[in-house]
């Protein structure tokens, strides 16, 4: 069965400091999509990267990267110098070829970065 | 700049009061989405339209409809809102670009949100 997990609840952080945000996902699909969403408290969702699962090479942009590894099924995200405005709510999501457009949504990771 | 909007931002509305929110896009995308999302959870799709193709999920209350009069508009009707329907309601829209149901990768775009409380 398809499933997406966030087992970080609540993460605390300083300023500066590197965070990673985990995300692990179960799926049946060989062909599948892999997106990452930012929920600031103003609500929006907002979308900052989507891979596919024959693309294994990581990204970086800016202070954010990802690394997606298909041999544990993972698709991590990494902020390096965290800022406060980084404080939100992160969902990973899980998109398969075989299904209708429904994301699978992980629970979510609320990040609080501390100046 | 092309984007998803959600009118009203808050709505508040009374028990079994009916109650619509709308959403408008300038992406021109031919999928439509509406979410519901309470607090400290993911989103929860309750239907989304394929052009004009309306697809309900199956443990979407029936209390809850949806009208897309066009490719830019689409709206939620709660015809009966109860206080469990209190929630933030985000519409999204994307992109299909394949002839066939083969690909996913079209990320969705979001509008603010429509926060809905109920008295």
């Known amino acids: 069965a398809q499933k997406v997990t966030q087992a970080q609840t609540e993460i605390s952080v300083v300023e500066k400091e590197d965070v990673t945000l985990d995300c692990v996902y179960e799926t049946r699909d060989t062909t599948y999509y892999l997106f990452w969403y930012k929920q600031p408290p103003s609500g929006e969702l907002v979308f900052l990267i989507r891979?596919?699962?024959?693309?294994?090479q990581n990204e970086i942009s800016g202070r954010y990267s990802w690394n997606f590894q298909k041999s544990t099924s993972s698709f991590n995200f990494t902020i390096t110098a965290s800022q406060v405005v980084d404080s939100a709510v992160y969902f990973c999501?899980?998109?398969?070829?075989?299904?209708?457009?429904?994301?699978?949504f992980g629970t979510g990771t609320r990040l609080k970065v501390l100046a | 700049d092309a984007m998803v909007i959600q009118n009203p931002r808050y709505q508040v509305t009374q028990f079994g009061k009916p109650v619509t929110l709308s959403c408008s896009q300038t992406l021109n995308h031919n999928v439509m989405y509406w979410y519901q999302q309470k607090s400290s959870q993911a989103p929860k799709l309750l239907f989304h339209?394929?052009?004009?193709?309306?697809?309900n999920e199956a443990d979407t209350p029936d209390n809850f409809q949806s009208r897309r009069p066009n490719t830019s508009f689409c709206f939620l009707d709660i015809r009966s809102p109860g206080l469990g329907d209190a929630a933030m309601y985000l519409c999204a829209t994307s992109r299909d670009l394949a002839v066939s149901y083969l690909a996913r990768d079209q990320p969705q775009h979001f509008g603010d949100g429509t926060r809905l409380s109920i008295l």
């Open positions: 891979r596919n699962s024959f693309d294994e």
């Open positions: 339209y394929y052009d004009k193709d309306f697809n």
């Open positions: 999501a899980l998109s398969e070829s075989s299904g209708t457009y429904k994301y699978i």
